[in-house]
């Protein structure tokens, strides 16, 4: 099967191509601006996404951008994300192609009951949650396209953006530099960049299951941040931990916990690698080998 992967991105991209070759998928990589063994592929371009899919046989949709500060970077975000989603979902329509998209568990938002189940509420806050969340919307009810969405939870590993929590606590475990936590308490459930992997190609070789349904792809347990942030630190052996008042921003979000029962009964999929081990590993991949014990 020839698989086409927008937004191939160094981090979730690159595990997904790993989990589909593994496979012996045939797999064409792309992404905004092109890299090594990854081609360009604009998604606000129909004609050349329409060319794209004609080769393919099925189509992993990950394309986002996540823009913060100035509106017009927002504006440009919320529209890769929509009318990019849009462009991959007419285009594969009109072909029959397959589709599994990359949805986000900012959809759900604050006031959404936990877990989070696939087909409870949503009210997402931010710019990038409702973005996905109509993205997710046009998955489901676009005519002819047979696409189904995946829901990672809090995605780490190596080659994370370096903007996002456990790659700033790995860097100040590099720099041997200070990590602020606003209270810490925060619940998150972080699952590892190469089981996301596996659950995208997974859903391929399962996509007459799940298509029109989202699926949380989730370890399906809750760590604090800031014990998250003190497993980095105390494995490294390296940085240190400033906790600050908790935070009393609108918005946040104090608990984000999944439920995981549609991905073990639908992909037969679930979560292997454990924080211990995905800790060491991310560690290890900038050169901190985890202290032992």
């Known amino acids: 099967m020839r698989v086409l992967v927008t937004g191939c991105?160094?981090?979730?991209?690159?595990?997904?191509?790993?989990?589909?070759?593994?496979?012996?998928?045939?797999?064409?990589?792309?992404?905004?601006?092109a890299r090594e063994g990854v081609a360009a592929l604009d998604v606000l371009d129909p004609a050349a996404v329409s060319d794209a899919i004609?080769?393919?046989?099925?189509?992993?949709?990950l394309a986002a951008i996540r823009a913060y500060g100035e509106r017009s970077s927002i504006e440009r975000a919320t529209q890769v994300i929509i009318e990019g989603t849009r462009n991959v979902l007419c285009?594969?329509?009109a072909r029959?192609?397959?589709?599994?998209?990359?949805?986000?568990?900012?959809?759900?938002?604050?006031?959404?009951?936990?877990?989070?189940?696939?087909?409870?509420?949503r009210a997402p806050r931010s710019e990038y949650g409702r973005a996905k969340r109509d993205a997710t919307d046009l998955a489901l009810t676009t005519r002819g396209a047979r696409a189904a969405v995946l829901r990672p939870s809090t995605v780490y590993g190596p080659g994370q953006p370096s903007m996002m929590f456990v790659a700033s606590c790995v860097r100040a475990a590099l720099e041997d530099a200070a990590v602020t936590l606003n209270g810490g308490e925060q619940l998150r459930d972080h699952v590892f960049v190469d089981d996301v992997g596996e659950a995208f190609a997974r859903a391929l070789e399962r996509h007459d299951a799940i298509v029109g349904q989202c699926v949380n792809v989730a370890s399906g347990e809750a760590?604090?941040?800031?014990?998250?942030?003190?497993?980095?630190?105390?494995?490294?052996?390296r940085g240190r931990l400033v906790l600050g008042p908790a935070s009393s921003r609108a918005g946040d979000v104090a608990e984000m916990r999944f439920s995981t029962e549609r991905a073990e009964r639908w992909l037969e999929w679930r979560a292997t690698t454990t924080l211990e081990e995905g800790v060491e590993r991310t560690l290890a991949a900038v050169g901190l080998a985890a202290a032992s014990d």
């Not at 991105?9 to 792309?30: N, Y």
């Not at 760590?223 to 052996?237: D, F, H």
């Open 91 to 93: 285009a594969a329509a």
């Open 223 to 237: 760590t604090s941040v800031r014990s998250m942030a003190e497993r980095i630190l105390q494995r490294a052996r």
């Open 96 to 121: 029959d192609v397959p589709v599994v998209c990359a949805g986000s568990a900012e959809e759900y938002g604050p006031a959404a009951p936990v877990p989070y189940r696939e087909d409870g509420p």
């Open 9 to 33: 991105s160094a981090f979730v991209g690159d595990a997904v191509r790993r989990a589909l070759e593994r496979r012996r998928f045939r797999v064409s990589p792309t992404a905004a601006r």
């Open 54 to 61: 004609a080769a393919h046989d099925a189509v992993i949709h």
